[in-house]
């Protein structure tokens, strides 16, 4: 089987440059209000431009927006199948660990159902679902001299259960 490329006999040498990143999310939801309450007042993502009642934008710091919510195609509608194609899951990265047990904490008060909590080696994640059943993961990296390598010096991430005692601690 050839790819796109190799039919279009497209260069495939080309990197993206290494400061490039992924700057939002755009999430078609059922209900928007319900969907700002989970990403606003218990995420804490700050609205920056509201369309009514069928969008909305926020961010984190003043940022013209992370995350986008829109009913365009999707009011009422219900979750997408979870055996199909489409997201497996937005990662929304905090930048201190301490931050990562503050919103962890924020989760267990309001008693919002936690699906995972994984250590990468390079990050430590949770992993829950929004009202919409979209996959979020909420993690954190730990420095990059801290990230395991493995004997040939290549990057060895792996999946490991999340030390939760020791996440949390760092909020004492």
């Excluded at 700057?23 to 007042?41: A, I, N, T």
């Amino acid at each position: 089987m050839t790819t796109i490329l190799e039919e279009k006999k497209v260069d495939t040498s080309y990197k993206a440059p290494a400061k490039t990143q992924i700057g939002h999310v755009h999430l078609k939801v059922s209900d928007l209000e319900r969907s700002l309450s989970f990403y606003k007042d218990l995420l804490g993502f700050e609205v920056t431009t509201k369309y009514g009642d069928q969008a909305v934008f926020l961010s984190a710091g003043g940022y013209h927006h992370h995350i986008g919510l829109n009913t365009w195609h999707s009011k009422d509608a219900p979750p997408a199948p979870k055996h199909g194609n489409g997201l497996y899951h937005a990662a929304i990265l905090y930048p201190e660990r301490k931050d990562l047990a503050i919103i962890l904490q924020r989760l267990n008060d309001a008693k919002y159902p936690v699906n995972g909590a994984s250590d990468h080696g390079v990050s430590e994640a949770i992993y829950l679902r929004d009202p919409d059943n979209n996959g979020i993961e909420l993690y954190w990296d730990k420095p990059i001299d801290a990230w395991p390598k493995d004997e040939n010096g290549e990057l060895d991430m792996h999946t490991k259960p999340l030390n939760i005692q020791s996440l949390m601690s760092v909020l004492n």
